[in-house]
């Protein structure tokens, strides 16, 4: 059985710098892909980002393309997002979760099986 526990949410200010990180357990972690997805209240899960088993290929959504980094370090299985330059409409609670499949990374949260509890980030104007 796959747990995913997400830390690393808080308050931050516009223009500010957050990283999320991701803890799993399970064998599986390093065969598939994993992706962040955010939602706000009243609105849809959404993507953010998603990367491969092997950490060598990245998706983005466009509105944090630039600006946000997913990278993962299979040896302790782990999954990060690095955020920067931090905007109020990124607020949101962000969950990390693994792909059922092992094929290309896809944003739609369907076709993700294990999710974590979710971390709050909110940011200030």
């Known amino acids: 059985q796959v747990q995913l526990v997400e830390s690393g949410g808080g308050l931050v200010q516009a223009g500010d710098s957050l990283r999320l990180s991701c803890a799993a357990s399970?064998?599986?972690?390093?065969?598939?892909?994993m992706g962040w997805f955010r939602q706000s209240p009243g609105k849809e899960r959404e993507f953010v980002a998603a990367?491969?088993?092997?950490?060598?290929?990245?998706s983005y959504a466009d509105s944090v393309k630039g600006r946000f980094t997913i990278s993962r370090d299979n040896a302790i299985n782990t999954l990060y997002l690095q955020m920067i330059r931090l905007k109020p409409e990124d607020t949101a609670i962000y969950y990390c979760?693994?792909?059922?499949?092992?094929?290309?990374?896809?944003?739609?949260?369907?076709?993700?099986?294990?999710w974590g509890q979710g971390a709050q980030v909110t940011v200030s104007s």
């Open positions: 979760a693994v792909s059922r499949l092992m094929g290309p990374l896809s944003p739609e949260p369907k076709l993700y099986g294990y």
């Open positions: 399970g064998r599986i972690f390093s065969s598939y892909p």
């Open positions: 990367i491969s088993g092997s950490g060598a290929t990245t």
